[in-house]
T-cell receptor, first 111, second 114 residues
Framework: SQQGEEDPQALSIQEGENATMNCSYKTSINNLQWYRQNSGRGLVHLILIRSNEREKHSGRLRVTLDTSKKSSSLLITASRAADTASYFC???????????FGQGTELSVKP | DGGITQSPKYLFRKEGQNVTLSCEQNLNHDAMYWYRQDPGQGLRLIYYSQIVNDFQKGDIAEGYSVSREKKESFPLTVTSAQKNPTAFYLCASNPDGRDRETQYFGPGTRLLVL
């Protein structure tokens, strides 16, 4: 069964608006990561948050982690058309580097 | 120019044919991974290797095989036993040390069945 589940599956917003994506998981984690994938390309690592952290920032990205609810959210502020991509959460269960990926949120930012 | 390369970009397989997807990295990473991605889906782990001459099955290893004879290379063979091979295949690797949790991905190979 899928460890990470994301919602919404698709999100369409206007440039300048904020985008929020959510990820829920089922078992205890070592860390949770967010990746971005442009259409037909490989994934690019965005940010990692450890199980003992609650919030982390990187540029226009803000990630939160609530281990009691087994959930995380990714906020992209002041979105740009170039942010259009699929975003995946991935959980690290401390099993030798293996990650379990969610099904992703497809973000479309309209200019 | 460091990174992970995958070839070919597109690959066509005939019925009953084995095909091999290439993954090479010059990042000196120890661990390498193969994932399968179906349309609109997340990534599923096929095989992974944490060291040369050793590899483990992932969640969907049936119909696939791998080898890890060199640190830089982790080829994936899609055998004729894989009845639904059409998908996007992604290779990734991990560095050692502090950043070992982060995975670095290649550009992918799209496999299509004729």
């Amino acid at each position: 069964s899928q460890q990470g589940e994301e919602d919404p599956q698709a999100l369409s917003i206007q440039e300048g608006e904020n985008a929020t994506m959510n990820c829920s998981y089922k078992t205890s984690i070592n860390n949770l990561q967010w990746y971005r994938q442009n259409s037909g390309r490989g994934l690019v690592h965005l940010i990692l948050i450890r199980s003992n952290e609650r919030e982390k920032h990187s540029g226009r990205l803000r990630v939160t982690l609530d281990t009691s609810k087994k959930s995380s959210s990714l906020l992209i502020t002041a979105s740009r058309a170039a942010d259009t991509a699929s975003y995946f959460c991935a959980t690290d269960l401390n099993q030798g580097g293996k990650l379990i990926f969610g099904q992703g949120t497809e973000l479309s930012v309209k200019p | 120019d460091g990174g992970i390369t995958q070839s070919p970009k597109y690959l066509f397989r005939k019925e009953g044919q084995n095909v091999t997807l290439s993954c090479e990295q010059n990042l000196n990473h120890d661990a390498m991974y193969w994932y399968r991605q179906d349309p609109g889906q997340g990534l599923r782990l096929i095989y992974y290797s944490q060291i040369v001459n050793d590899f483990q099955k992932g969640d969907i290893a049936e119909g696939y095989s791998v080898s890890r004879e060199k640190k830089e290379s982790f080829p994936l063979t899609v055998t004729s036993a894989q009845k639904n091979p059409t998908a996007f295949y992604l290779c990734a690797s991990n560095p050692d040390g502090r950043d070992r949790e982060t995975q670095y991905f290649g550009p992918g190979t799209r496999l299509l069945v004729l």
